[in-house]
Nanobody, 125 residues
């Protein structure tokens, strides 16, 4: 499966931004999906994940209440909604996919087999 994250994310601090990730070459509903981010000089970190059906999801504690993850399997697309972003949220955001397995979703990089190329998110003050 190929994951495409179109566009570049530019948002004002306190605004909102929705990232999207479109899957092709496979059926999105066959994959648990996740979002990660990587800021300069830092390791890639988990942001959120969602089960194949979309019924179960998880957002990392530090971003709960501001970020949400959702998916539309009819469009083979997963979304990351970012509300009230801060300067610390500037990073390259990656979506990832993993075929159905023992877990509903995954929160570490080594649990995902497929990755998008990343989308730079810039937060302006």
């Amino acid at each position: 499966v190929q994951l495409v994250e179109p566009g570049r994310g530019l948002v004002q601090a306190g605004g909102s931004l929705r990232l999207s990730c479109a899957a092709s070459g496979g059926t999105a509903s066959s994959y648990a999906m996740g979002w990660f981010r990587q800021a300069p000089g830092k390791e890639r970190e988990f942001v959120a994940a969602i089960s194949r059906s979309g019924f179960r999801s998880r957002v990392t504690d530090s971003m709960k209440g501001r970020f949400t993850i959702s998916r539309d399997n009819a469009k083979n697309t997963v979304y990351q909604q970012m509300n009230t972003p801060e300067a610390e949220d500037m990073a390259v955001y990656y979506c990832a996919a993993q075929p159905a397995g023992r877990s509903d979703y995954y929160s570490t990089t080594n649990e995902y087999h497929y990755w998008g190329e990343g989308n730079q998110v810039t937060v302006s003050s």
